[in-house]
């Protein structure tokens, strides 16, 4: 299972930090992912963490920062630089003999 949260209201140019608690064994191999969903618009991928490498949509580089805490099983992101462009429902996934969805959490930027 995966548990999204962090979401909330903020000002165009400030911060959240997104967490997504996983359960269950597989995390510490797993690629885990963060994807968002804006009205009227398809999922898209924001960012991506494996063992090897992380990797962002161009129009998040240099603002956001995907991590992951192995001890607590948890992946996190960072954003940084708030856009209204960033409004969207954010969900994390794990792709691990599966694909695994969380629910998402909305995150909505004022200008």
């Known amino acids: 299972q995966l548990q999204a949260s962090g979401g909330g209201l903020v000002q165009a140019g400030g911060s959240l930090r997104l967490s997504c608690a996983a359960s269950?064994?597989?995390?510490?191999?797993?690629?885990m992912s963060w994807y968002r969903q804006a009205p009227g618009k398809e999922r898209e991928l924001v960012a991506l963490?494996?063992?090897?490498?992380?990797k962002y949509a161009d129009s998040v580089k240099g603002r956001f920062t995907i991590s992951r805490d192995y001890a607590k099983n948890t992946l996190y992101l960072q954003m940084k630089g708030l856009k209204s462009e960033d409004t969207a429902v954010y969900y994390c996934?794990?792709?691990?003999?599966?694909?695994?969805w969380g629910k998402g959490t909305q995150v909505t930027v004022s200008s």
């Open positions: 963490i494996s063992s090897i490498r992380t």
């Open positions: 269950g064994s597989g995390f510490s191999t797993a690629d």
């Open positions: 996934r794990c792709d691990f003999r599966g694909v695994y």
